[in-house]
């Protein structure tokens, strides 16, 4: 059974400072990688897709890694700004066309003005 | 281009009632997701369906059902609330094909309080 686990389940930085947030799943036969924001209360927000053959994908501050051997992925943030507070949450697909996600408990940032 | 949205946003119900919760997809997409989300449990996937077909289920009890129009909007009605059916029940869609996966976009949710 695939399980995805978050650490640490919460991180408070001050505003500028550069952070990973880590992501591990047990089981590397994964379809792709996402990671998704959430802020409290509300619907989540795409951040970045990885495909099983993709090493990484960036976009803007953001920089996501997946080692799909170690059952790994990274979330790299840079010069993290107060707006970057929120819930960041990776998820795994297991095969094509399942629409189905696997979700891990989530890391909770706080970046401090 | 609107994003998904969920009707209602906000939903009370007492136990032993049932609920109906409204999802629609961005415009093209076909294939929309459910989840429900809890504190302590986190996200778990409900089910997916793609081209009015439900090609995927969690594990959930047969309590919790859906359904995909011809115009790709779906429906999760939940018979015989429980306290424990408290919770954000989120729905996504996404441009997945019959070859290939997509991003899922999620709608805001709808948050179900059962008293």
């Known amino acids: 059974k695939q399980e995805v686990t978050q650490i640490p389940a919460a991180l408070s930085v001050p505003e500028g400072e550069n952070l990973v947030l880590n992501c591990s799943f047990t089981?590397?036969?994964?379809?792709?990688l996402q990671w998704f924001r959430q802020d409290p209360g509300k619907g989540l927000t795409s951040l970045l897709l990885?495909?099983?053959?993709?090493r990484e994908q960036t976009s803007g501050r953001l920089n996501a890694s997946l080692d799909k051997s170690s059952g790994r992925s990274t979330l790299y943030i840079a010069a993290s700004q107060p707006g970057d507070s929120a819930t960041y949450l990776c998820?795994?697909?297991?095969?094509?066309?399942?629409?189905?996600?696997?979700f891990g408990q989530g890391t909770t940032l706080q970046v401090k003005p | 281009k609107a994003g998904v949205t969920q009707t209602p946003r906000y939903l009370i119900k007492t136990r032993g009632q049932q609920v109906t919760l409204s999802c629609s997809p961005i415009s093209g997409h076909r294939s929309v997701s459910w989840y429900q989300q809890t504190p302590g449990q986190g996200l778990q996937f409900l089910f997916e369906?793609?081209?009015?077909?439900?090609?995927n289920k969690g594990n959930f009890p047969g309590r919790f059902s859906g359904r995909q129009f011809s115009n790709s909007r779906s429906e999760m009605n939940v018979s015989t609330l429980e306290l424990g059916d408290s919770a954000l029940y989120l729905c996504?869609?996404?441009?997945?094909?019959?070859?290939?996966?997509?991003?899922?976009?999620f709608g805001p949710g709808t948050r179900l309080t059962v008293l």
């Open positions: 990885i495909q099983s053959s993709q």
């Open positions: 089981d590397s036969a994964i379809y792709n």
């Open positions: 998820a795994v697909e297991l095969a094509s066309n399942t629409g189905k996600l696997i």
């Open positions: 369906y793609f081209s009015e077909t439900q090609r």
């Open positions: 996504a869609s996404s441009l997945t094909t019959s070859a290939s996966t997509d991003t899922q976009y």
